[in-house]
T-cell receptor, first 113, second 112 residues
């Protein structure tokens, strides 16, 4: 099965700084790479995703980059704000007949005002 | 808001009991997945339903079972509860053929 590792496990930045979270995966068949944000007491919320035929995707302050050869993808958040504080999960999908996502263990991002 | 709702929000049970959790998917989303999220961990895939049939299962024992109804609502049933079943249970709705999964807020189950 898919083995997913996420680094770092915790990240603390000052407001306005950038944050980068990296996710490595093992299944070379993976072709869909989402990032989820989970706030306390809530379910995970999809914030950005990328498919395997694209190397980078940007949505305002958030971007995702993919290196299929090295089997890793990263979440980039620029101009961080206190409301970006949450746990972030990568969850690559390995294809197949169902939509099973394999989640990393999460990164707790704290943005200090 | 994802349009996915779950009930109840919190639940306390004792070991050996049975529990039913409910999920209401977004309109038109014909696939639903259930995940278990232990404290401090990422969600783990339990199973998925498409057109009222189980369509994939994770590493969970048969005492975890589910149902999907024609209106795309679904249930997760857990028999013979164990202490380790204490977790946040999440459902996610999906449009078959797309990839995006939209999660509900979850049900927090505590087993004493």
């Amino acid at each position: 099965g898919e083995n997913v590792e996420q680094h770092p496990s915790t990240l603390s930045v000052q407001e306005g700084d950038s944050a980068v979270i990296k996710c490595t995966y093992s299944d070379s068949a993976s072709n869909y790479f989402p990032w989820y944000k989970q706030e306390l007491g809530k379910g995970p919320q999809l914030i950005i995703d990328i498919r395997s035929n694209v190397g980078e995707k940007k949505d305002q302050r958030i971007a995702v980059t993919l290196n299929k050869t090295a089997k890793h993808f990263s979440l980039h958040i620029t101009e961080t704000q206190p409301e970006d504080s949450a746990v972030y999960f990568c969850a690559p999908w390995g294809g197949g007949s169902n939509y099973k996502l394999t989640f990393g263990k999460g990164t707790l991002l704290t943005v200090n005002p | 808001e994802t349009g996915v709702t779950q009930s109840p929000t919190h639940l306390i049970k004792t070991r050996g009991q049975q529990v039913t959790l409910r999920c209401s998917s977004q309109s038109g989303h014909n696939t639903v997945s259930w995940y278990q999220q232990a404290l401090g961990q990422g969600p783990q895939f339990i199973f998925q339903y498409y057109r009222e049939e189980e369509n994939g299962r994770g590493n969970f024992p048969p005492r975890f079972s589910g149902l999907q109804f024609p209106n795309y609502s679904s249930e997760l049933n857990v028999n013979a509860l164990e202490l380790d079943d204490s977790a946040l249970y999440l459902c996610a709705s999906i449009i078959q053929g797309a990839h995006e999964q939209f999660f509900g807020p979850g049900t927090r189950l505590t087993v004493l």
